[in-house]
């Protein structure tokens, strides 16, 4: 249910609230007090490994907020945090036990992907989507423009396993995969989001070396030239498409105004860091020090439009990068309670190592995937939550399974 939320349309944004509840945080409730009573009832507990992962965070997390400059403030995204990265993924871990229940989920995620996908699809056919050079032809799923890399995130994690399922899958099985692998793809390059493009091909990079180099080779050419297809057969968004792309090589030479905006926030970030360096300004205090310490050029706002929520100009309320945001407002102390997390999976995954296990593929895929996208941007939104779920299920894989148990299967 918490996957499938994901999807509810968030409706008209309110840019001016700091704290948004969407459908996705309401299901998330529910999913941790039926965790916390299934716990209590069955006797279940979480591995030990994982109070080694999760556990530094949540105090780095406390340290942060009790310091702050404004606690109460910082209040709202405690919660926030330990929501994504605490609860979610301990109430993942407390209620998936088998390898049934993590097709379910890994099912559901998929799901939510191909919703969002043909939505997404769907917007750029009828011209409906976000703006880009203006016109609307940019997708962008039930999320909208006010959360423009939503959609390519939720798809992108669909990719992951579909593609994982795929490679772990025998003989003719992994056929029907291929009209949704066609789906899914179609709508990542239709959502003009370079960050996620870069973040999903190096995931589905890793996946197919771990399972087999001579088979990324073959991959590799084979999606070279399918690529080349897709892009001829767009038409007129062909042109959007390689204005993208040719963006991206040219990002440190001559970045466009998103880029050079994303630049001098992060410089903002390593500023306010700087000064404040052991525990930062405060969860959620980077708004109220960013136009003290921001360079001149930073713009103002970024501006959005889609048929929901029309002409919006969004103020700039992060440096988007994940490490940074927590630096800035956690400090030392907190980056260090943050790296612990995400290196700790990550090198499970890498201890683990179940080249042959659709759940192990998708896990190595994701963790490669969440890496690289925090380095472009940070959480928020409704697709946040689904990030939790994932984090929280690639611990069930690599933290509460023996790596000598290998299983094509889910």
Request: hydrophobic fraction near 55%; aromatic fraction near 6%; glycine fraction near 10%.
């Amino acid at each position: 249910m918490t996957v499938l939320a994901v999807c509810v349309p968030p409706g008209e944004a309110h840019i001016d609230s700091s704290v948004q509840v969407t459908a996705g945080d309401l299901a998330a409730v529910v999913l941790v007090c039926g965790a916390a009573v299934t716990a209590l009832r069955d006797g279940r507990r979480l591995p030990s490994r994982g109070l080694w992962v999760f556990g530094p965070l949540l105090v780095t997390l406390t340290i942060s907020t009790l310091c702050a400059h404004d606690p109460a403030a910082s209040l709202a995204g405690f919660v926030r945090v330990v929501e994504i990265f605490l609860l979610v993924p301990a109430a993942v871990m407390l209620t998936v036990r088998r390898r049934h229940d993590i097709a379910v989920v890994a099912g559901a995620v998929v799901v939510v992907g191909l919703v969002q996908a043909s939505i997404g699809i769907w917007q750029v056919l009828t011209g409906n989507g976000a703006s880009f050079t203006g016109r609307l032809t940019r997708a962008v799923g039930t999320f909208g423009a006010v959360d423009i890399m939503a959609m390519a995130t939720v798809v992108g994690y669909a990719m992951v396993i579909v593609v994982a399922a795929a490679l772990a899958w025998p003989g003719r099985r992994r056929l029907v995969l291929l009209p949704l692998a066609a789906v899914l793809g179609l709508a990542l390059v239709l959502s003009l989001s370079r960050g996620v493009w870069l973040a999903i091909i190096a995931g589905l990079a890793v996946m197919l070396v771990a399972r087999s180099r001579a088979l990324a080779w073959r991959m590799a050419v084979g999606t070279s030239a399918a690529a080349i297809v897709v892009v001829c057969g767009l038409g007129v968004q062909s042109s959007a498409f390689a204005e993208r792309a040719e963006s991206i090589a040219a990002s440190i030479s001559t970045p466009d105004r998103s880029v050079g905006d994303r630049f001098s926030l992060w410089t903002t970030a390593v500023t306010i860091w700087q000064d404040h360096p052991l525990v930062g300004v405060g969860v959620k205090g980077f708004p109220a020090y960013r136009d003290g310490y921001a360079p001149l050029q930073l713009s103002s706002a970024s501006e959005t439009q889609d048929p929901v929520n029309g002409y919006l100009r969004q103020p700039l309320l992060s440096p988007h990068n994940q490490y940074l945001l927590v630096l800035s407002e956690q400090g030392v102390l907190g980056l260090a309670g943050f790296v612990v997390l995400l290196g700790a999976l990550a090198w499970r995954v890498v201890a683990v190592r179940r080249r042959r296990d659709a759940a192990w593929l998708a896990g190595a895929g994701f963790m490669t995937v969440c890496l690289m996208t925090f380095v472009y941007g940070d959480l928020g939104g409704a697709s946040c939550v689904l990030t939790g779920v994932l984090v929280g299920l690639t611990g069930v894989v690599v933290l509460t399974t023996r790596p000598d148990r290998e299983s094509p299967q889910w």
